[in-house]
């Protein structure tokens, strides 16, 4: 079974920055047929997608998101990244990396987590 290993997560204040990274490892999640994504929870809600990855290398990301947040990968180093910019209090949460075989609905590989947390 594949591990996912999120860093990067931290304090920030409102219109800061945060790079977040997963390292994927134990098989390839850079083959064409794995799509990884991120997701998170904030203390008291339910589990919200982010931003992942679609069959054709296609994006995908929540509208709350948009415009501030990027979605990338360098599947020669087995890796996730999420560029999060001009973050706001709301970004607070818990963020977890997630894999999955592309065009299947069941995310099959979780992360521990990395917390940001953005005030005000």
């Known amino acids: 079974q594949g591990q996912l290993v999120e860093s990067g997560g931290g304090s920030v204040q409102a219109g800061g920055s945060l790079r977040l990274s997963c390292a994927a490892s134990?098989?390839?999640?850079?083959?064409?047929?794995?799509?990884k994504g991120w997701f998170r929870q904030a203390p008291g809600k339910g589990r919200e997608q982010v931003a992942r990855?679609?069959?054709?290398?296609?994006?995908d990301y929540a509208d709350s998101v948009k415009g501030r947040f990027t979605i990338s990968q360098d599947n020669a180093k087995n890796m996730l990244y999420l560029q999060m910019n001009s973050l706001k209090p709301e970004d607070t949460a818990m963020y977890y990396c997630?894999?999955?075989?592309?065009?299947?609905?069941?995310?099959?590989?979780w992360g521990q987590g990395t917390q940001v947390t953005v005030s005000s």
């Open positions: 997630a894999a999955r075989r592309c065009g299947y609905p069941n995310w099959e590989t």
């Open positions: 134990g098989y390839t999640y850079s083959s064409s047929s794995y799509c």
């Open positions: 990855y679609l069959s054709g290398g296609r994006t």
